[in-house]
Structures are given as structure tokens and as C-alpha cells.
């Protein structure tokens, strides 16, 4: 809550430029959950994280900048994991792909007021949770390496 009133505290101050790039990276630290392993609460915070966070923060700075009459940027990110079933990740593919599913339809609502809105999907960025969904298990590594032109991304697993 505190994040959003700054948001909303700085909005007026908006000029140009890139005026909102939002991550849901945060749930999976949790651990994956397949199918029969979720529970209410990773869910929730899943859905929180990776979709009302980006819903709240898109309202304060499109409302800003449409009473601004200005024109505005927004860059969503969200995951390859929104275009691809994984095993192991039945409530994180799901909520990435609604946040494409979101990003398109801002995009058309947003749109008419010159706010564009757009959304880019990176594979496994090798943060520690990125290590340790993969590192502990070779073929998981190799399946996703053997995904990725030149392994990009994920260069440190082949040593």
C-alpha cells in the first residue's frame, strides 16, 4: 500500500519516457506447485503478485497520465511460462497468462488515450530462484536449454 501512494504522490510529476515497467517476481520463491500440490494461499499470493499488483499500479500511473494529457509507455513483465505448459508450474503459468491477457486488452482500452502497453516474456533468468528450480535438476536444464537458440540465458548451466 505504501508503493501505490507514492505512485500515486509522484504521478503528477510524469514527463516522458518509460512511465511504468511492472514484474510479478516474487511467488515462486515458494517452491513450484503441480496440480495436485496447490494450495488456496500460493494461489492467492501467485495472483496477487503477478496480476492485481500490476492491475493497481497500470490504474494510478494511466490515470495520471490521462488528466496529464500525456502520452505514456508501459512495459509489463511477465514470463515464456505464460506460453507453455510446465510441469510443476500450474498456478504460475496460469497467472502469467493472464497478465498477457491483461496487457492486451490495456492495450486497446489505454490505446485512444496515447498510453501504449505492451508486455515482454523472458525465459529462466538466473536469479538464485532461477538456480534453484533448475540446478538440481540437469534435465530440466537440458529441456530448457535445448528450447533456447544458443542457450541464451542460460549459459552458466553449461559449465
Not at 504522490?9 to 511492472?22: C, D, M, P, Y
Not at 490515470?63 to 512495459?75: D, E, K, P, R
Request: glycine fraction near 10%; include cysteine.
Amino acid at each position: 500500500m505504501a508503493q501505490m501512494n507514492l505512485c500515486r504522490q509522484k504521478r503528477n510529476k510524469l514527463e516522458f519516457g518509460l512511465h511504468s515497467a511492472q514484474s510479478g517476481a516474487g511467488p515462486h520463491r515458494d517452491g513450484a506447485h503441480g496440480a495436485l500440490g496447490i494450495h488456496y494461499w500460493g494461489g492467492q499470493r501467485s495472483s496477487e503478485v503477478n496480476l492485481q499488483a500490476v492491475i493497481q499500479v497500470s490504474q494510478v500511473v494511466a490515470q495520471g497520465l490521462i488528466a496529464q494529457g500525456a502520452l505514456g509507455s508501459t512495459v509489463n513483465v511477465s514470463s515464456q511460462s505464460s506460453q507453455c505448459a510446465l510441469t510443476d508450474h500450474s498456478i504460475y503459468c496460469p497467472t502469467k497468462g493472464a497478465l498477457d491477457m491483461l496487457t492486451k486488452v490495456m492495450a486497446l482500452e489505454l490505446g485512444p488515450h496515447k498510453i501504449c502497453v505492451n508486455a515482454v516474456n523472458p525465459t529462466v533468468v538466473m536469479t538464485p530462484v532461477g538456480q534453484a528450480h533448475c540446478s538440481n535438476n540437469p534435465q530440466k536444464a537440458k529441456t530448457m536449454l535445448d528450447q533456447i537458440p544458443l542457450g541464451a540465458g542460460l549459459l552458466s548451466w553449461r559449465t
